[in-house]
């Protein structure tokens, strides 16, 4: 035990909790561990200054858990932030920080743009969608489209039980995946119900594996 760091035992600790919370901690100061989750980054970086008016300044100017909802104005995607401080022998030393993704009710169907105009499609006939040309395409049973919103702004209007994120550009509907390959690096490739691929990459492969349980 004398020889675990601090950071090592956080990274630990971080393993009780889902991949998709945020924790960071800090002392009096400045942060001094930080592990994103794959929904959310605020881009802590260990070092960076406890900023005035944040959560953990607040928690600790208070010496008392604070809660809040941050709206997506600040960081592009909404979240739910918690900030607990912490005491040894009755003395201020730091902060615990969680970042929880705050999932919207999304409506049941997606509305695509087509040549012609637009057409709303069902969440369960969405196969999945990618980021491409500065543009979200989603890809349905029967056709494929485009929508405006990013694919960061579906990730958070999609239903969880369904719709998974497997790569920086892609979003797939699990219940329209035929088959999953091991792929090189760790990663994977997903066939997919209408016989196209769909890449896993290595940074995603790791938290996918985890909600899909194999």
Same mark, same amino acid.
């Given at each position: 035990?004398?020889?675990?760091?601090?950071?090592?035992?956080?990274?630990?600790?971080?393993?009780?909790?889902?991949?998709?919370?945020?924790?960071?901690?800090?002392?009096?100061?400045?942060?001094?561990?930080?592990?994103?989750?794959?929904?959310?980054?605020?881009?802590?970086?260990?070092?960076?200054?406890?900023?005035?008016?944040?959560?953990?300044?607040?928690?600790?100017?208070?010496?008392?858990?604070?809660?809040?909802?941050?709206?997506?104005?600040?960081?592009?995607?909404?979240?739910?932030?918690?900030?607990?401080?912490?005491?040894?022998?009755?003395?201020?030393?730091?902060?615990?920080?969680?970042? %929880?993704?705050?999932?919207?009710?999304?409506?049941?169907?997606?509305?695509?743009?087509?040549?012609?105009?637009?057409?709303?499609?069902?969440?369960?006939?969405?196969? %999945?969608?990618?980021?491409?040309?500065?543009?979200?395409?989603?890809?349905?049973?029967?056709?494929?489209?485009?929508?405006?919103?990013?694919?960061?702004?579906?990730? %958070?209007?999609?239903?969880?039980?369904?719709?998974?994120?497997?790569?920086?550009?892609?979003?797939?509907?699990?219940?329209?995946?035929?088959?999953?390959?091991?792929?090189?690096?760790?990663?994977?490739?997903?066939?997919?119900?209408?016989?196209?691929?769909?890449?896993?990459?290595?940074? %995603?492969?790791?938290?996918?594996?985890?909600?899909?349980?194999?």
């Amino acid at each position: 035990m004398k020889d675990l760091s601090i950071v090592g035992l956080l990274d630990v600790i971080g393993e009780l909790f889902s991949d998709e919370i945020s924790i960071a901690v800090s002392d009096k100061e400045n942060y001094i561990y930080y592990r994103p989750s794959k929904r959310i980054d605020l881009k802590i970086t260990p070092g960076d200054p406890v900023v005035e008016g944040t959560l953990a300044y607040k928690a600790m100017s208070g010496k008392q858990k604070v809660s809040k909802f941050i709206d997506r104005e600040l960081f592009g995607v909404p979240y739910h932030g918690m900030a607990v401080p912490f005491q040894h022998k009755g003395e201020l030393e730091g902060c615990v920080l969680a970042i %929880y993704p705050a999932f919207t009710e999304g409506k049941s169907v997606v509305t695509i743009k087509t040549q012609d105009g637009w057409i709303p499609i069902s969440f369960s006939d969405v196969i %999945y969608l990618e980021a491409k040309d500065r543009k979200t395409h989603i890809v349905t049973k029967t056709f494929s489209g485009t929508h405006t919103s990013s694919l960061q702004d579906f990730e %958070y209007r999609l239903p969880r039980q369904s719709f998974i994120r497997c790569h920086r550009s892609f979003i797939v509907n699990v219940h329209h995946i035929k088959e999953i390959y091991p792929d090189t690096h760790s990663t994977f490739l997903l066939a997919m119900e209408n016989g196209e691929k769909v890449s896993v990459s290595q940074s %995603y492969s790791s938290y996918f594996r985890k909600l899909l349980g194999f």
